[in-house]
């Protein structure tokens, strides 16, 4: 029986992954307000792309590409998580970044 520890390496890459994304998404929202669900759109799709695109004959190789599908989908749902964001700051949560606009609509969410 041979162990692999490879299971563990993108489970490890997945939770710092994660972890990584809770801040990005407060500080986007923070400074960008309801705009950066843009840019996590456009790295969500370059991520999936890139996903697609490495070469997964090597355990390397594969483990590369499950990561970028992470990465992927993780700025996919980031997008939800911004609009979560705004209700957070409304409720007072979180402090409204500059220029923001207190949003009626966003304090009955």
């Given at each position: 029986?041979?162990?692999?520890?490879?299971?563990?390496?993108?489970?490890?890459?997945?939770?710092?992954?994660?972890?990584?994304?809770?801040?990005?998404?407060?500080?986007?929202?923070?400074?960008?307000?309801?705009?950066?669900?843009?840019?996590?759109?456009?790295?969500?799709?370059?991520?999936?792309?890139?996903?697609l695109?490495?070469?997964?004959?090597?355990?390397?190789?594969?483990?590369?590409?499950?990561v970028?599908?992470?990465?992927?989908?993780?700025?996919?749902?980031?997008?939800?998580?911004?609009?979560?964001?705004r209700?957070?700051?409304?409720?007072?949560?979180?402090?409204?970044?500059?220029?923001?606009?207190?949003?009626?609509?966003?304090?009955?969410?």
């Open positions: 029986m041979t162990i692999s520890f490879w299971g563990l390496v993108v489970g490890l890459c997945t939770f710092l992954i994660i972890g990584l994304f809770h801040p990005l998404v407060i500080k986007g929202y923070y400074w960008f307000g309801l705009k950066v669900r843009a840019w996590f759109a456009a790295a969500g799709v370059v991520t999936a792309a890139v996903s695109l490495i070469p997964a004959e090597t355990t390397v190789g594969l483990v590369l590409s499950i970028c599908g992470v990465v992927s989908f993780s700025c996919f749902w980031s997008i939800l998580e911004v609009s979560e964001q209700k957070r700051v409304a409720r007072g949560w979180f402090p409204a970044g500059p220029g923001h606009v207190r949003d009626e609509e966003a304090e009955k969410g």
